[in-house]
């Protein structure tokens, strides 16, 4: 585990501003620096960085925090890659915490596993481009495959000498390990003679999310019946092939910008797609498709194309991988290419526009995919049939949404022309099994019945959500500021009636909202938001200030997204250049004490409201209840209520 001190040296040193302007083009902007947003498709600039407060927020998505949080959304790396990252990149040492001997014996053999994975990858993109042989063969094939120079760089492409033990000897020669060259599967040990494993084959690196290299695709280039065409390492401590998808490290970015990952089956396929211009690629490598790979690309998109060649018996295998991308609450489609034709070799036949063309246009939903697959043998025969039908409400049954359970069911009713009765009995019926219920099933309509037009529900506000998030605003931008406060004291006047008069004191805004809320026996509702209130107020209480910057680190993903989100939605105003057009916007902190005043009116002025409904209430649903002094309290909180509406200008 990595030290607290490590973690807060890599806060402290690194800049929101120069690790976000890695990934994005930014612009200075007052204070602040603007860009297009990573995550979505724009040209008008959304995407905000606060170098003083240290964090980012992109108004086009809603998402932001601070440079982690940007790392572990754009990069999809977990919380201690992040972290690894920052500190390499400030060449910041990391400090691991107190392991046992077994716990750092185990975390020093996977390290080193990793790093003779990485020179393996490095010695064969060596071996490619410098020698003879790499040149002659590997760099050949890959050539006649239509790969350019940058994109064989961009996956890291190689070749392994067609000599028994070259790379070994050269790994040992540079001080790694026999017993780590083993165990990632690069060289085979047989008693005291050692063997590279991917001898005369062009090598495929196979990354994490995250970019290290974790095993090896290799595929053999000469015609050797007893040799397999690909062969991949071996499974190991770094290595599982179930868990791992080709080309995920390059593909995540575009996956979440797209909202859609396709799916296909070789190396190939994905890196003439990357370079055909699309880049939301990977691949299962030749392996049937598992739950964990399906989890992976769950973290990025919802929406899984899956790309078939025209070998319809190839297809007929794969199918069962579906019923997975269901079962995992995906959305898929299908896509085949037309016959002879496999993702790679269309993608180099046709050009972007028309391979994006092609993929639109041929996408199918899974149900009518289904259909079109395996009806032209089952249309005239009932058997078959029968037995297609159960088996696409089979593939329904796997969906855990009862919503698109339903809108499946009738759309297989569409294609099929069976009754949607009969499907949904046969639904419930597979779902008992598994002891799962499903949709209702729809009752049969009358005839001419006439249905009650129901009114549009209209969007209410929630006033009490905006006035505490508001105070958290005000304490989190303003708290350690003084300020001139008119408190309004209630008094009778000359005549016996409640009245509001001004009285001015000196305090902090945090005294001020913490005095004036305890004195009202208020509490947040919202449990973000109590969370954050109680914080600050014991940072301000405690410190006497607030360093957003260490606040904000401190919090997990969930609060340091809400905290940010109101900090920058004062920087919203800036992305838009008012000034250019004339309009000025009134900056909030000219007026705070105001503000102050007036945000904790207007939430008294609420919570009477809400009392005044509650007696109500009692009243109405109790009559033996003596209400009179219900009444008397009603009136009271009403002419009070007259009173804070009228200090508002507001309607009573």
């Given amino acids: 585990m990595i030290s607290k001190n490590t973690i807060d040296q890599v806060f402290e040193t690194s800049r929101v501003e120069e690790v976000l302007g890695d990934f994005v083009q930014l612009k200075k902007s007052g204070s602040n620096y603007k860009g297009l947003s990573p995550f979505t498709d724009e040209r008008s600039p959304s995407f905000m960085v606060s170098p003083v407060k240290q964090i980012w927020k992109d108004f086009s998505s809603g998402k932001g925090g601070n440079v982690v949080a940007f790392l572990m959304e754009h990069e999809h790396f977990t919380y201690p890659e992040a972290i690894k990252y ?23 053999e996977r390290e080193s596993m990793y790093l003779v994975s990485e020179f393996a990858s490095e010695y064969f993109q060596k071996i490619l481009l410098k020698s003879e042989q790499g040149k002659a063969i590997g760099l050949s094939y890959f050539k006649e495959r239509g790969f350019t120079p940058e994109t064989i760089e961009k996956f890291d492409l190689g070749y392994c000498l067609d000599e ?64 397999a065409k690909y062969l991949n390492s071996p499974e190991s401590e770094i290595y599982h092939k179930s868990k791992v998808l080709y080309g995920i490290s390059h593909a995540k970015q575009a996956i979440a910008k ?26 299962s490598s030749g392996t049937s498709l598992t739950s964990e790979q399906i989890r992976l690309i769950n973290r990025l998109t919802k929406n899984i194309t899956v790309l078939f060649d025209g070998d319809a018996a190839g297809m007929r295998a794969s199918i069962r ?33 028309e391979l994006r063309e092609y993929l639109q246009e041929n996408a199918k939903d899974f149900i009518e995919f289904k259909a079109s697959l395996l009806y032209e043998d089952a249309k005239n025969d009932p058997v078959k049939r029968a037995n297609l039908i159960h088996d696409m409400v089979s593939s329904i049954a796997k969906i855990p949404n009862q919503i698109q359970q339903e809108v499946y069911i009738q759309e297989c009713s569409r294609i099929m022309d069976i009754s949607e009765q009969v499907l949904f009995s046969t639904l419930t019926q597979l779902l008992a099994k598994e002891g799962k219920t499903g949709p209702a099933q729809p009752a049969k309509s009358k005839s001419f019945e006439v249905v009650r037009n129901t009114e549009t529900s209209k ?23 003084e300020e001139e406060f008119e408190d309004m004291v209630l008094k009778e006047n000359d005549k016996g009636e409640l009245v509001l008069e001004p009285e001015i004191q ?19 509702t919202n449990e973000l938001f109590r969370e954050i209130y109680a914080r600050v ?42 000034e250019r057009m004339d309009i000025f916007v009134k900056a909030k902190d000219t007026t705070i004490g105001r503000l102050v005043n007036e945000t904790i009116l207007a939430l008294r002025r609420f919570l009477i409201t809400q009392k005044i409904e509650e007696l109500s209430q009692k009243i109405k649903n109790s009559p033996e209840v003596d209400s009179k002094e219900m009444l008397e309290d009603i009136m009271d909180y009403l002419t009070l209520k007259k009173v804070l509406s009228n200090k508002l200008n507001r309607v009573m």
């Avoid at 090896?216 to 019946?225: M, P, S, T, V």
């Avoid at 006035?467 to 350690?480: D, H, V």
């Avoid at 902090?508 to 947040?524: G, R, T, Y």
Wanted: glycine letters at 8%; hydrophobic letters at 40%.
């Fill in 86 to 108: 920052l500190a390499k990149k400030y060449n910041i040492e990391i400090e691991e915490t107190e392991q046992s001997d077994e716990q750092k014996q185990h975390a020093d």
């Fill in 459 to 481: 969007v209410k506000v929630d006033e009490l959500f905006e006035l505490e998030r508001k105070i958290i605003s005000l304490l989190l931008l303003y708290g350690t500021v």
């Fill in 164 to 227: 028994w033990d070259a790379f070994t000897s050269e790994a040992i020669r540079k001080g790694y390990q026999l017993d780590y060259l083993e165990k990632t599967g690069l060289s085979i040990v047989k008693g005291e003679r050692q063997f590279d494993r991917f001898k005369g084959r062009v090598m495929f690196p196979i990354h994490s999310m995250s970019g290290r290299v974790l095993g090896f695709g290799g595929r053999i280039l000469i015609n050797d019946k007893k040799a």
């Fill in 321 to 353: 991988g579906i019923d997975l991308i269901l079962e995992q609450g995906m959305n898929v489609k299908i896509c085949v290419f037309p016959d002879g034709e496999d993702p790679d070799s269309f993608a180099r036949k046709n050009s972007q526009d």
């Fill in 258 to 283: 797209e909202d859609n990952c396709f799916l296909v089956e070789g190396y190939t396929d994905v890196i003439q797609f990357h370079q055909s211009g699309i880049e939301n690629v990977v691949s």
């Fill in 506 to 524: 000196k305090a902090k805004v945090f005294e001020k909202i913490f005095l004036d809320l305890q004195e009202d026996e208020v509490a947040f």
């Fill in 537 to 578: 107020i014991a940072g301000l209480n405690q410190e006497g200030g607030l360093s957003l910057e260490i606040f904000i680190n401190q919090l997990d993903s969930e609060l340091s997204a809400e905290v940010t989100t109101i900090l920058m939605e004062e920087e919203q105003y800036s992305l838009h250049d008012w």
